[in-house]
């Protein structure tokens, strides 16, 4: 079972929106389902939440899995994280490109990934795909260091 502080779940979750909003907002004009999605300010709803979802979720996955490796270098932890992640993209285009029908036609001219046939999408977007989930893996830990270190420099009785 993980157990985190209630802040960590907090964070987690506001970076994860922030995260997903962001790349939403930048990438929006690649966004146009064969499903009729909600949007806001020109912004499709659906990639927005399910980033924001997935980035939630496969964080804290992440985190069980690099205990359960038993990872404590931090360059081990960050190729497992990447590794995780990517499998997770694979698995969710794959099933939400073939199971569910979900069809980006915004992308829709662009070569899928050999073998799942799925990400149909420009090379950039497909990077930033598979490098959302490490950024914000980096992002959580720079702010839990960073608070760390303040809390306890401005707590001397905690210093060791």
């Not at 985190?4 to 979750?13: K, Q, S, T």
């Not at 930048?26 to 300010?41: G, I, R, W």
């Not at 924001?52 to 964080?59: E, K, N, P, W």
């Not at 990400?119 to 989930?133: K, R, T, V």
């Amino acid at each position: 079972m993980l157990t985190a502080h209630p802040y960590r779940y907090l964070l987690v979750a506001i970076l994860s929106l922030v995260v997903a909003v962001t790349w939403t907002y930048v990438t929006k004009h690649m966004y146009d389902y064969n499903l009729p999605f909600a949007s806001m300010f020109g912004v499709s709803v659906f990639p927005a939440v399910a980033w924001t979802l997935a980035l939630v979720a496969g964080y804290f996955i992440v985190e069980s899995i690099v205990k359960h490796v038993g990872a404590k270098h931090p360059l081990v932890q960050f190729i497992v994280v990447v590794g995780a992640y990517a499998v997770a993209v694979i698995i969710a285009e794959t099933v939400g490109y073939h199971l569910l029908g979900i069809h980006n036609i915004g992308t829709s001219q662009y070569v899928g990934l050999p073998l799942c046939d799925c990400l149909h999408a420009p090379i950039w977007m497909q990077i930033g795909y598979f490098s959302l989930g490490p950024l914000h893996w980096l992002l959580v830990k720079m702010i839990i260091v960073t608070s760390n270190l303040w809390y306890f420099s401005i707590r001397s009785d905690k210093i060791v």
